[in-house]
């Protein structure tokens, strides 16, 4: 079963606007993760947060964390055409051994 | 470093041929993770590993066996192929314990006929 439930499943945007996408999961985690996936490769870590943290920047990118509501967000901001790709959350349901369930991903198109 | 390796890129079989896919990486990672994706859905975890010679099942497991007998590879072997086994086929690695991010490779693009 897929826990991470992402909206929406496609996005499609103008260069220099900002991108979100959200997830949604079903069980209690450790961590919540996000990944891109340019066609026909395989995914790039984005990042991490912890189930204690409720916001995380890195570069142009802020997530955010809910516990309470089951929710992260993925804010891509002053997006560019580079950034085209499928964008994957991905939970650890609480356990070790990282085991990852992974959402069915937001494909998000830039245009120039 | 090479990172995450998978042979081959792509493959063709017939129903009832057998083929192993190799991972290996170059990291000292302890934890390996065999996934697949299939059109419009996330990845699914077929198999995984936590150290050398130790192997589990994941959430869609059946027609795959897995072995882990070094540390750096982890196979993924399709006894009995079967055109619901058409699929790209991942193969990710990670430092172990604790939050970690996995390391991907670049698929196995798998057709059965």
């Known amino acids: 079963s897929q826990q991470g439930e992402e909206d929406p499943q496609a996005l499609s945007i103008q260069e220099g606007e900002n991108a979100t996408m959200n997830c949604s999961y079903k069980?209690?985690?450790?961590?919540l993760q996000w990944y891109r996936q340019n066609s026909g490769r395989g995914l790039v870590h984005l990042i991490l947060?912890?189930?204690?943290?409720r916001e995380k920047h890195s570069g142009r990118l802020r997530v955010t964390l809910d516990t309470s509501k089951k929710s992260s967000s993925l804010l891509i901001t002053a997006s560019r055409a580079a950034d085209t790709a499928s964008y994957f959350c991905?939970?650890?349901?609480?356990?070790?051994?990282?085991?990852?369930?992974f959402g069915q991903g937001t494909i998000l198109t830039v245009h120039p | 470093n090479a990172g995450v390796t998978q042979t081959p890129k792509f493959r063709v079989l017939k129903t009832g041929q057998s083929m192993t896919l190799l991972c290996a990486q170059d990291?000292?990672?302890?934890?390996m993770y065999w996934y697949r994706q299939d059109p419009g859905m996330g990845l699914r975890l077929i198999h995984y590993?936590?150290?050398?010679?130790?192997?589990a099942k994941g959430e869609v497991p059946d027609g795959y066996n897995v072995s882990r007998l070094k540390k750096q590879n982890f196979l993924l072997g399709l006894e009995s192929a079967a055109p619901s086994q058409t699929s790209v086929y991942f193969c990710?690695?990670?430092f172990g314990q604790g939050a970690r991010e996995q390391f991907f490779g670049p698929g196995t693009r798998l057709t059965v006929l």
């Open positions: 990710a690695s990670s």
């Open positions: 069980t209690s985690i450790n961590n």
């Open positions: 947060i912890r189930s204690n943290e």
């Open positions: 991905a939970t650890d349901g609480g356990t070790s051994y990282g085991k990852l369930t």
């Open positions: 990291m000292n990672h302890e934890y």
């Open positions: 590993s936590v150290g050398e010679g130790t192997t």
